[in-house]
């Protein structure tokens, strides 16, 4: 069984940028899950895909976006890169949208705003 | 605003000891709880679920969910140095729509050889 991946692993930008972000769900699962996780706090909601569409949005302005593609695999985006975005970018997926399924994380792209 | 609460830790106990993790939440309608565990520069890696009201174990896990007090807890029995890591709490608020788990801000469990 193939688990959740993220690419790249590390990635450095600069303030202004824009960045592309890739996550394959793992092998099953069609639902893929974004967080943002600052350093010593917990993950903190992005939006959900299920089935190519946003299934959910957390407190993240419009320069945050997403895609889902046929093979559940997504993408996040984020424009206009400012200093915060500096954080670990986590992929979940997941089978189906019950609340009761758990998430399965993937490694993270950690992400350096410069 | 939905909330999760964890103390921060850190929280030290001595090997073969019992590790009690506490984590309470705001929203009374929260259905699904979960536990990760997070170790240093890695990724959450999820150790329990709990849905109803009771003690659930797992092997040296034991997970306690009482929602009348809005309070969930981990137990680690015998507890080893490579229990050492962050112990992240998420609540699903909504069993309706989507999966937004709100995480806690994870206790950081210290065992000491």
Excluded at chain 1, 27 to 46: E, K, R
Excluded at chain 1, 58 to 83: C, T
Excluded at chain 2, 16 to 25: E, Q, R, W
Excluded at chain 2, 91 to 112: A, C, K
Aim: proline share 6%.
């Amino acid at each position: 069984e193939t688990g959740v991946t993220q690419s790249p692993t590390h990635l450095i930008k600069t303030r202004g940028q824009q960045v592309t972000l890739r996550c394959s769900s793992q092998s099953g699962h069609n639902t893929v899950s974004w967080y943002q996780q600052a350093l010593g706090q917990g993950p903190q909601f992005i939006f959900q895909y299920y089935r190519e569409e946003e299934n959910g949005r957390g407190n993240f302005p419009p320069r945050f976006s997403g895609l889902q593609f046929p093979n559940y695999s997504s993408e996040l985006n984020v424009n206009a890169l400012e200093l915060d975005d500096s954080a670990l970018y986590l992929c979940a997926s997941s089978v189906g949208t019950g609340g009761n399924q758990p998430q399965h994380f993937g490694d993270g792209t950690r992400l350096s705003i410069l | 605003q939905k909330e999760v609460e964890q103390n921060s830790g850190p929280l030290s106990v001595p090997e073969g000891a019992i590790a009690s993790l506490n984590c309470t939440y705001s929203d009374r309608v929260s259905q699904s709880f979960f536990w990760y565990r997070q170790y240093s520069g890695k990724s959450p890696e999820l150790i329990m679920s709990i849905y109803s009201n009771g003690d659930k174990e797992d092997g040296r896990f034991t997970a306690q969910l009482n929602k009348a007090s809005q309070y969930v807890s981990l137990l680690i029995r015998d507890s080893q140095p490579s229990d050492s890591a962050t112990y992240l709490c998420a609540v699903n608020p909504s069993e309706n729509y989507g999966q937004n788990f709100v995480f806690g801000p994870g206790t950081r469990l210290s065992v000491l050889p």
